[in-house]
């Protein structure tokens, strides 16, 4: 499948791997050792523009098309920067901004957006709950109307970025009896009354990526910060899937390619029994399966932003099959990659163990791999 990129795009494209290198790429190992959040990651992510990819330029953005911003985060990967900063990136833009983007007011759009888009405020999105993952129709956040004011009580857990954030997009419930039709967004600033953010969780993987509990315990939003209709948040989080199978899995495709080069380059130099490494065939296949895996990872994500930017209705058989690729196969390819280095391949020194690490959570974040796969036996039955 060949979804024809413009020379601008794959111009960008290199341009964003070049400038990762350069600028990001020293950064990421110390911030991914110690499990901390790397500001001047985010400011230089900031300064390329990359956060606000989407967005028009009124608003502080590029109108940069689903493509493109695959591209974009692809290169990052593919570059070598951590994805606990990629996933950073992803809950801001794709998951919080785009979702005020998409639904928002004039007025929200106005307050929120450049703010988001440059950096200066970071996002997050809250729908997991410690009770409701998987089975997210079934949040109990509550959010109930007195006055002016909505008042939200719930606990939102696993939240990539709520312990910086300045900007919550919060689904709550306002009528449980309703199930997914009662699920209703809000924006929700730190600073508003009653909303707190929990101590960031110790992670196995995308450890730069700062994550912890968002908690509302009375908290007031003002009637100004309902986002988009009341009983449509269950329908926002579909846009959310569709970024989540998109601009969200691209880094995992960039950093199998960065696997790929560096397990490449190391099996051509480490020497056993008197010969590099890759003259054993043992060696030759796993590069070659990390290779098919990352092409077919490739087609499948290209496949949801093409759809995506054509405004097709969101293909549930081709977000899950992207979503079970990346995050299994790419599990897969993670400890082919750890293999080929042997001992170094399990110590900090080499990037690869982090690339084991973080492939991890390709298999559980924004949809598990069991539940890709009970999507797609759905489709297949009702074919
Ligand atoms: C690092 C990290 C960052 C995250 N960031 C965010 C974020 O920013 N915002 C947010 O809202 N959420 C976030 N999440 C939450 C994530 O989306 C959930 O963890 C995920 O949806 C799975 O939910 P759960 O953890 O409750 O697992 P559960 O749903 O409890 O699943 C447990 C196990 O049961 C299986 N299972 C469940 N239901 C079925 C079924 N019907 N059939 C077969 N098997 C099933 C699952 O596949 C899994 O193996 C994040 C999670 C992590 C780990």
Same mark, same amino acid.
């Given at each position: 499948?060949?979804?024809?990129?413009?020379?601008?795009?794959?111009?960008?494209?290199?341009?964003?791997?070049?400038?990762?290198?350069?600028?990001?790429?020293? !950064?990421?190992?110390?911030?991914?050792?110690?499990?901390?959040?790397?500001?001047?990651?985010?400011?230089?992510?900031?300064?390329?523009? *990359?956060?606000?990819?989407?967005?028009?330029?009124?608003?502080?953005?590029?109108?940069?098309?689903?493509?493109?911003?695959? *591209?974009?985060?692809?290169? !990052?990967?593919?570059?070598?920067? %951590?994805?606990?900063?990629?996933?950073?990136?992803?809950?801001?833009?794709?998951?919080?901004?785009?979702?005020?983007?998409?639904?928002?007011?004039?007025?929200? *759009?106005?307050?929120?957006?450049?703010?988001?888009?440059?950096?200066?405020?970071?996002?997050?999105?809250?729908?997991?709950?410690?009770?409701?993952?998987?089975?997210?129709?079934?949040?109990?956040?509550?959010?109930?109307?007195?006055?002016?004011?909505?008042? *939200?009580? #719930?606990?939102?857990?696993?939240?990539?970025?709520?312990? $910086?954030?300045?900007?919550?997009?919060?689904?709550?419930?306002?009528?449980?009896?309703?199930?997914?039709?009662?699920?209703?967004?809000?924006?929700?600033?730190?600073?508003?009354? #009653?909303?707190?953010?929990?101590?960031?969780?110790?992670?196995? #993987?995308?450890?730069?990526?700062?994550?912890?509990?968002?908690?509302?315990?009375?908290? @007031?939003?003002?009637? @100004?910060?309902?986002?988009?209709?009341?009983?449509?948040?269950?329908?926002?989080?579909?846009?959310?899937?569709?970024?989540?199978?998109?601009?969200?899995?691209?880094?995992?495709?960039? #950093?199998?390619?960065?696997?790929?080069?560096?397990?490449?380059?190391?099996?051509? @130099?480490?020497?056993?029994?008197?010969?590099?490494?890759?003259?054993?065939?043992?060696?030759?296949?796993?590069?070659?399966?990390?290779?098919?895996?990352? @092409?077919?990872?490739?087609?499948?994500?290209?496949?949801?932003?093409? %759809?995506? %930017?054509?405004?097709?209705?969101?293909?549930?058989?081709?977000?899950?099959?992207?979503?079970?690729?990346?995050?299994?196969?790419?599990?897969?390819?993670?400890?082919?990659?750890?293999?080929?280095?042997?001992?170094?391949?399990?110590?900090?020194?080499?990037?690869?163990?982090?690339?084991?690490? %973080?492939?991890?959570?390709?298999?559980?974040?924004?949809?598990?791999?069991?539940?890709?796969? $009970?999507?797609?036996?759905?489709? !297949?039955?009702?074919?």
């Amino acid at each position: 499948m060949e979804f024809g990129y413009t020379e601008e795009q794959l111009m960008f494209r290199d341009s964003v791997y070049k400038y990762a290198k350069k600028e990001i790429v020293p !950064l990421v190992e110390e911030a991914d050792l110690n499990s901390e959040f790397s500001m001047e990651v985010w400011r230089k992510l900031g300064e390329m523009g *990359l956060l606000g990819l989407p967005f028009p330029e009124e608003l502080g953005g590029s109108g940069a098309s689903v493509v493109t911003c695959c *591209l974009s985060t692809e290169a !990052l990967g593919h570059a070598g920067v %951590d994805q606990g900063h990629l996933l950073a990136l992803g809950a801001h833009t794709y998951l919080c901004a785009d979702t005020i983007f998409k639904h928002g007011s004039p007025a929200q *759009l106005k307050k929120y957006i450049p703010k988001l888009a440059s950096g200066e405020w970071i996002g997050c999105m809250g729908l997991t709950e410690p009770g409701a993952g998987s089975d997210a129709a079934s949040i109990t956040t509550t959010a109930v109307k007195k006055g002016d004011k909505w008042i *939200l009580n #719930g606990t939102k857990t696993f939240i990539t970025n709520a312990p $910086l954030c300045n900007v919550c997009v919060v689904y709550a419930t306002v009528d449980k009896a309703l199930k997914h039709n009662g699920i209703t967004a809000f924006i929700i600033e730190r600073g508003f009354p #009653g909303f707190s953010t929990g101590t960031p969780f110790h992670k196995m #993987g995308v450890r730069a990526s700062a994550t912890s509990e968002v908690i509302m315990d009375n908290c @007031e939003v003002p009637e @100004e910060n309902l986002l988009g209709e009341v009983g449509k948040g269950f329908g926002y989080t579909h846009e959310t899937l569709s970024w989540d199978r998109s601009a969200l899995l691209a880094p995992f495709v960039g #950093g199998m390619q960065f696997a790929i080069e560096a397990c490449t380059k190391y099996s051509q @130099e480490r020497v056993q029994f008197g010969k590099p490494i890759n003259a054993f065939q043992a060696i030759q296949h796993k590069l070659a399966d990390m290779k098919i895996v990352k @092409e077919a990872a490739k087609m499948a994500v290209y496949q949801v932003a093409h %759809d995506k %930017d054509s405004g097709k209705p969101l293909n549930h058989m081709h977000t899950s099959l992207a979503k079970a690729i990346v995050g299994d196969w790419g599990m897969k390819a993670a400890s082919d990659a750890v293999q080929v280095f042997g001992g170094y391949g399990y110590i900090h020194e080499y990037p690869i163990e982090r690339f084991l690490r %973080d492939a991890k959570l390709g298999q559980i974040g924004g949809g598990t791999s069991e539940v890709q796969r $009970l999507i797609i036996s759905r489709i !297949l039955s009702f074919m």
